[in-house]
């Protein structure tokens, strides 16, 4: 089998409870079409889309109905047949409320989607495909990277004179508590998540690609391993890396992989190196061979809050409410529901915020669970123990930042390289004294947006 060991691993990080067993063993499932979805016109990185309808237009499932001229944008298509009731603003996971394109279902021609995952096996072949035509169906299609960062697709993938790349390393740690989505698209869609590699690497110029998935996902090591060994036109192999959050970070991944550091102020490419996540490539295949657009995707129900959990084939733009409904319900116990896993998702004040292409869970928590987690607990003054400094796996100093931005020191926080920060919640969660210095962080750099936004003005 085509498995390689870890060159190295990156320094800091942590190891919160993986609670993966709730949903792990559970196959992915189709969701029915929802009466109702929510578009958003921004769930990417880049410039919004614009509509590309009206209100009481009638539309179909699959078509395009935003977009933008912008070079780094993705265009948004309808996962619904139906009529367009209302262009609105809607909550949104991380902004508040942005505008959408509501959709009201047309009850007689909404059949379920099928799970596209057996129109793919080991006979496919990128032959008949060539670099700008995988960039274009990818672009046509809305293409975004699904882990959660948005960027969109065809600009990674699409070969650069600049930045030319060498390697293609496929992000297959799924390293959030809780959150099975991909490792199940590895185990089910194997041949699918394939294709999309062997695409992306064509596109991209590549020949050389690891896959890199965490060693407490053995079976996904298995499987994976054993399919890329019969692939002969590209040299692809499964690279197992340690269990260690986060490690699915793309300069973590990277580090592990290569055992070379991505420097501070740099980016990926710079180093010639393109790394996508497995839902994405699952999607980048079923783009460019069923030429189907980015309107559902897999997402992970999770906790010990909701009644059914499990991994759900979702539309996107279907509410948050409409999918807990789908899945039994909450369970008495409920007590927080958070868009994402618990170190890097949002916890949400409105169910009828709607997923995303970025929505890759739903985590639902007890009040156990809440009262446990560390941010209920009372927060006390800083013991400069510099846990916080040894978690992260940036080596940033997080308490410096946090201390500027408490302090409204912006330009503090920019020397400390705050922009750096990747969010991944490790200072918080080690802090004995309960800070919540992501939070401090996160806060620090919207400000610091801002900030830019009225400059730029
Ligand atoms: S400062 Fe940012 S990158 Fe470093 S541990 Fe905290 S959240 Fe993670
Ligand atoms: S881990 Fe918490 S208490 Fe320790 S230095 Fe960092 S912020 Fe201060």
Redesign the pocket.
Known sequence: MAIESAVSTFPGGAHPPENKQISEALAIEAVAPPKRVSVLLSQHLGAPCKPLVAKRDKVQAGQMIGSSDAFVSAPVHAPISGTVKDIALQPHPVTGRTPAIVIEADAENNPQRALPFDRFDASFSVEPYDAEQICDAVQAAGLVGMGGAGFPTRVKIAPSKEMPKDILIINGCECEPFITCDYRLMLEATWQVLAGVRLAAKAAGVKKVRIGIEDNKPQAVKVMAEAVAGIADMDITVVSVKTQYPQGGERQLIQSVLGKTVPTGTIPPMMGVCVLNIATCAAIAEAVVLEGPLTHRVTTVTGRAIAKPGNYYVPVGMTVADLIDHCGGLTEQAAKVVLGGPMTGFALADLSTPLTKTSGALTLLTRDDVTEAKHARQQTP????????TACPEKLN??RI?HAVKANRMDLARQYFMSACIECGC?SY????N?E?TGYIKTGKILDAREKKRMQA
């Open positions: 800083c013991i400069r123990c510099g846990r916080c400094l997080p308490t946090a200072c080690v802090c004995p004294a800070i210095v």
